[in-house]
């Protein structure tokens, strides 16, 4: 592994001690299961489709078990550069919540990074949630159809959906995992993510998620 590799890891590693809480011990914890699936290809020479839905197991403590579908489209502008949108849906319990995107991606020797803004609308809210994420990532290949990946993520509120609620950090979520090429058009990804969620007034939460990812390629 090269020094460039090694940095970018204590870089990863520095991050999620950064916003880790420092009496984590008093802090409310939760174990989730996240079960997903993605499908990528190109439309036409230079755009790209990507679908994921998941289904997401949670302690009832900390919120009803969540399903969730995405499409995204995204044009390429260059070897480096995509820009792209979407829109996803949320159901969790009762509650539908209708979330249309846009961003912008630049992947480069391993490295890719995401600004994504999301538009947020929930049952019963009265206004648009509006919420930034950046999100750090990279892949590294470990051996023939192997490889191993990392990522740190920031979810900003710039504007809440309710008027008392706080702007500024939501969460940040940090994972690492492996992905394994079962053939030409399927991969399959066990993971772990640590979320730490903020909470106005009140201990940071925080979510230990392992995941199994499947991904479809066409």
């Known amino acids: 592994m090269s020094a460039h590799h090694i940095r970018f890891g204590l870089?990863?590693?520095?991050?999620?001690?950064?916003?880790?809480?420092s009496k984590a011990s008093a802090n409310p914890e939760?174990?989730?299961?996240?079960?997903?699936g993605f499908i990528r290809g190109n439309l036409s020479d230079g755009v790209y489709l990507t679908i994921d839905t998941s289904?997401?197991?949670?302690?009832?403590?900390?919120?009803?078990?969540?399903?969730?579908?995405?499409?995204?489209?995204?044009?390429?502008l260059n070897d480096d550069i995509r820009l792209g949108g979407g829109i996803s849906f949320f159901q969790t319990?009762?509650?539908l919540e209708i979330r249309p995107h846009q961003q912008f991606r630049f992947a480069r020797n391993g490295l890719d990074l995401r600004s994504?803004?999301?538009?947020?609308?929930?049952?019963?809210?009265?206004?648009?949630?509006?919420?930034?994420?950046?999100r750090?990532?990279?892949?590294?290949?470990?051996?023939?159809?192997?490889n191993v990946r990392g990522s740190v993520e920031w979810f900003g509120i710039i504007q809440p959906r309710e008027q008392n609620r706080t702007s500024g950090t939501e969460q940040v979520r940090s994972m690492i995992?492996?992905?394994?090429?079962?053939?030409?058009?399927?991969?399959?990804?066990?993971s772990y993510m640590l979320q730490i969620s903020q909470r106005a007034g009140r201990l940071d939460t925080i979510s230990h998620i392992p995941q199994l990812t499947l991904d479809y390629y066409f």
């Open 11 to 21: 870089v990863l590693a520095a991050l999620v001690i950064a916003w880790l809480p």
């Open 30 to 36: 939760d174990t989730q299961f996240w079960l997903a």
């Open 55 to 76: 289904y997401r197991w949670r302690d009832p403590v900390f919120g009803a078990d969540q399903q969730t579908f995405r499409a995204t489209v995204e044009q390429s």
């Open 93 to 95: 319990g009762p509650r």
């Open 116 to 134: 994504r803004f999301e538009q947020r609308f929930f049952d019963g809210a009265k206004r648009v949630e509006l919420r930034i994420r950046q």
């Open 136 to 146: 750090v990532q990279y892949t590294h290949p470990v051996a023939e159809g192997v």
């Open 177 to 190: 995992w492996l992905s394994f090429k079962l053939n030409d058009h399927v991969d399959i990804s066990p």
